[in-house]
């Protein structure tokens, strides 16, 4: 197992999430209260972007929304925006089909976060 600098700290506030990519990996580190999770980033359902959840975006009537895909601080999990599966962020299970996602380790060091592969 080795340790990859993927972002700094700053870069993902509390309650976001980040796509990052390692030795091919596609990765989305998600901060959970100052705590940073890391699970694959290609939905096992239909290969969306867990990333991409939460992001703000232009509707019909040009006004700024939140996309689809929420993220969960007190209970640990999120949704893929793709339709909506749950994903716990420790486990990366989706409680409804027991499937699990990749999880990756994530810690930090002087300001930069860091996944274990
Ligand atoms: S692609 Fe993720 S829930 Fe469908």
């Known amino acids: 197992m080795t340790k990859h600098t993927v972002a700094s700290v700053d870069e993902i506030p509390e309650?976001?999430?980040?796509?990052?990519?390692?030795?091919?990996?596609?990765?989305?580190i998600v901060n959970i209260g100052g705590e940073?999770?890391?699970?694959?980033?290609?939905?096992?359902?239909?290969?969306?972007?867990?990333?991409?959840?939460?992001?703000?975006?232009?509707?019909e009537?040009?006004?700024?929304t939140e996309g689809p895909g929420v993220i969960n601080q007190e209970e640990c999990w999120m949704t893929c925006p793709g339709?909506?599966?749950?994903?716990?962020?420790?486990?990366?299970?989706?409680p409804a089909t027991g499937k699990r996602m990749r999880t990756f380790e994530?810690?930090?060091?002087?300001?930069?976060?860091?996944?274990?592969?």
């Open 15 to 28: 309650g976001e999430v980040m796509g990052v990519e390692v030795d091919g990996i596609e990765i989305a």
């Open 36 to 59: 940073f999770y890391g699970i694959q980033n290609v939905c096992l359902h239909r290969r969306q972007r867990l990333h991409t959840a939460t992001q703000e975006r232009i509707n």
């Open 61 to 64: 009537e040009d006004c700024i």
């Open 83 to 94: 339709h909506d599966w749950k994903f716990d962020l420790k486990t990366g299970e989706n």
């Open 106 to 117: 994530v810690s930090t060091e002087d300001n930069e976060i860091q996944v274990e592969i």
